[in-house]
């Protein structure tokens, strides 16, 4: 393996995990090379069998290995095979100049005692160490999704990063929020020029300024003054936008199926998911700021009063919090149950509140489980939701595979609601930067028909946004 004539070339070597986690690693590290140990290869074959994404990813990995190997001769690999002969790789912007190399003969290297090298991530440790003095004026950096893995390897001076290509954002604090606060000069600089007009008892307005260009569609605007102004970007075309006043769900008489909005984040979130042109919606937040309540009263209001949907769909992911309860009995909506302890306390609550007797509330919670599905992630794929509303819950425990799975499962006439919490992420090697949730309000905050929202204020109880705050 001839690396000294790779100029400023850095030798990136993959740990299993990275391959698993994203099978289109490989393209994602621009002009430098890259170095797969055979213990790697050995892994993949262990794990290449099976039916979860893990087997999945591996078995795509394998693919395109085998499509960079096909027609070439043992030299070839020796010198590195040039990523560019891959002709059926992902579309990325990375430019494929560098090469890969597979690990052709035995290297290793003395680990200290208490590191047996038969163990696969020793067994690696050994290869970059080895690789390290044997090729001492390049860049030898271990790539590993394992923190304990970067631990040990910065233990014996070697460089080791963690995998950043699948990070959406540098710093989760960027994150769109949906909303923006106006300062009270504002209408001084845009409203020279200002345009205003009623619609179907809607007031909207159209204004240019400087400000305009920072703005999305369906982004939320306020003002903390006394006007008390709320209003929602519905186009936006340089610096030039329409605006639409908001509706009121504060209000008593404005009430969505007995509920009301209790803040202004909440306001906005019971706009956009009652608002039809909009066929998906984002609601981040701590416990408690009632994101699973909005979106139910909001699509029971859609689905029974304005008949704009057949039913309401809810599936999360079934990540357990401690020790996993073991096999569940029953059809595929009791094995759901147990996970689906959110929707259930949420219809009760909007369940008491249809009736005024014991009868009429067990009765009306009776209607509304008729309109309520239960469907679980396991038999998403291949599936087509007409006319549907799918609220997908504990949406942060996906990754941006599942999330586009899930996604792309919307038929014409339906609505999907993706909501979650960020700070409660329970799913191996996802964190708030690399979660399907941040992707998805990423890749969304331009589309005219996709809203965003972070609810802030936790309204569950006093007990409830206390220990959010201080834990």
Not at 382 to 406: C, H, S, V
Request: hydrophobic residues 35%; negative net charge; contains cysteine.
């Amino acid at each position: 393996m001839n690396l000294e004539s790779s100029d400023n070339k850095k030798l990136f070597v993959l740990d299993t995990n990275v391959l698993m986690h994203d099978p289109t690693s490989i393209f994602h590290f621009q002009e430098h090379n890259i170095f797969i140990p055979m213990v790697v290869l050995e892994e993949l074959d262990r794990t290449k069998r099976g039916l979860s994404d893990v087997s999945r990813n591996v078995r795509q990995v394998s693919r395109f290995l085998d499509e960079l190997i096909h027609g070439a001769d043992r030299q070839s690999i020796t010198d590195g095979l040039p990523l560019s002969r891959i002709e059926h790789g992902p579309n990325t912007e990375s430019s494929f100049d560098g090469r890969l190399y597979f690990q052709t003969r035995q290297l290793n290297d003395s680990l200290p005692a208490s590191m047996p090298g038969h163990i696969a991530d020793n067994s690696i440790l050994s290869v970059v160490l080895a690789l390290t003095k044997e090729h001492p004026s390049t860049n030898i950096i271990l790539v590993s999704k394992d923190i304990n893995m970067r631990i040990k390897a910065a233990a014996l001076e070697l460089n080791a990063e963690d995998y950043h290509s699948d990070q959406t954002l540098e710093d989760i604090d960027l994150l769109y929020s949906g909303a923006q606060g106006l300062s009270d000069d504002f209408w001084e600089v845009h409203g020279s020029k200002m345009e205003s007009w009623l619609n179907n008892g809607r007031t909207f307005y159209k204004l240019n300024g400087p400000l305009v260009a920072d703005w999305y569609p369906n982004q939320y605007l306020y003002m903390e003054n006394e006007s008390n102004f709320e209003a929602i970007v519905r186009t936006c075309d340089g610096e030039t936008a329409t605006l639409e006043l908001l509706r009121d769900y504060r209000s008593k008489h404005n009430n969505i199926w007995g509920i009301s909005a209790k803040n202004r984040e909440q306001n906005f979130a019971l706009n956009v998911l009652l608002d039809p042109d909009i066929d998906f919606v984002t609601l981040l937040g701590t416990a408690g700021t009632g994101k699973t309540l909005l979106a139910l009263a909001a699509g029971l209001t859609m689905t029974m009063e304005h008949k704009l949907y057949q039913e309401i769909v809810m599936t999360r992911q079934t990540v357990p919090v401690g020790e996993d309860i073991g096999f569940l009995p029953g059809s595929e909506e009791e094995k759901m149950a147990p996970w689906m302890g959110a929707l259930m306390d949420n219809l009760e609550l909007l369940g008491s509140r249809s009736g005024n007797n014991e009868w009429e509330q067990g009765a009306s919670h009776n209607i509304l489980m008729n309109r309520v599905k239960i469907r679980s992630l396991n038999f998403m794929r291949g599936r087509t939701f007409l006319n549907r509303y799918l609220i997908i819950d504990e949406a942060q425990n996906l990754t941006p595979k599942q999330m586009k799975t899930l996604i792309t499962r919307s038929g014409p006439g339906s609505k999907v609601i993706c909501i979650g919490n960020l700070g409660q992420i329970d799913t191996p090697y996802l964190t708030a930067t690399t979660s399907g949730l941040t992707y998805v309000v990423d890749r969304f905050k331009s589309w005219q028909n996709s809203a965003h929202i972070t609810l802030r204020r936790g309204e569950r109880s006093r007990l409830a946004d206390y220990a959010s705050e201080i834990l």
